[in-house]
T-cell receptor
Framework: GNSVTQMEGPVTLSEEAFLTINCTYT??????LFWYVQYPGEGLQLLLK?????DKGSNKGFEATYRKETTSFHLEKGSVQVSDSAVYFC???????????FGKGNQVVVIP | GAVVSQHPSRVICKSGTSVKIECRSL??????MFWYRQFPKQSLMLMAT?????????EQGVEKDKFLINHASLTLSTLTVTSAHPEDSSFYIC???????????FGEGSRLTVL
């Protein structure tokens, strides 16, 4: 079946540090890949997406590249801010109908 | 501002009672809404797809008689947890697809605690 695996555990880092959150997936066919962010007290928001291999999604300084050969969609940001503190979810949609399979999420805490 | 609103955000109930959670799209129409359940430190698990004017489609292993879904209008879907038990305690999240753009928006979630 379709599934998404995110790296274990919360991520704590200092302001202006480089952030990477790993995401790998298992899917039939050619899924679309997403990163969602959930700020405290709010619903999930789409951060970025990629719909085919080698596509790069980007938004708010975050980037992720759809790597079919490694079935990965790692999230990166070169210089994080305190306001980036949130939970980040990797997700995929295998049928283009918004039925999403999510990873467990990673809590990111950025310390001033 | 929020475009999908869930209510209540938190609810505590006694075992054996039923609880209704509402999911509203505030400024768009949604023929399709989705209900997810999230356990602590776990991923969101899709429970069912709610279709306006027709029966919901449940994922494998989700009891349809336990989790009643009603999508009676283009802006409202409700999830009723019937005869709730402590193991139903969880965080329930809905999402709604804007029928004009196809974009998906999520609610803030509703935390259910069954005593």
């Amino acid at each position: 079946g379709n599934s998404v695996t995110q790296m274990e555990g919360p991520v704590t880092l200092s302001e202006e540090a480089f952030l990477t959150i790993n995401c790998t997936y298992t899917a039939t066919g050619y899924p679309s890949l997403f990163w969602y962010v959930q700020y405290p007290g709010e619903g999930l928001q789409l951060l970025l997406k990629a719909t085919k291999a080698d596509d790069k999604g980007s938004n708010k300084g975050f980037e992720a590249t759809y790597r079919k050969e490694t079935t990965s969609f790692h999230l990166e940001k070169g210089s994080v801010q305190v306001s980036d503190s949130a939970v980040y979810f990797c997700a995929l949609s295998a049928y283009g109908n918004n039925r999403l399979a999510f990873g467990k999420g990673n809590q990111v805490v950025v310390i001033p | 501002g929020a475009v999908v609103s869930q209510h209540p955000s938190r609810v505590i109930c006694k075992s054996g009672t039923s609880v209704k959670i509402e999911c509203r799209s505030l400024d768009f129409q949604a023929t399709t809404m989705f209900w997810y359940r999230q356990f602590p430190k776990q991923s969101l698990m899709l429970m069912a797809t709610s279709n306006e004017g027709s029966k919901a489609t449940y994922e494998q292993g989700v009891e349809k008689d336990k989790f009643l879904i009603n999508h009676a209008s283009l802006t409202l879907s409700t999830l009723t947890v019937t005869s709730a038990h402590p193991e139903d305690s969880s965080f329930y999240i809905c999402s709604a697809r804007d029928q004009s753009t196809g974009e998906l928006f999520f609610g803030e979630g509703s935390r259910l605690t069954v005593l």
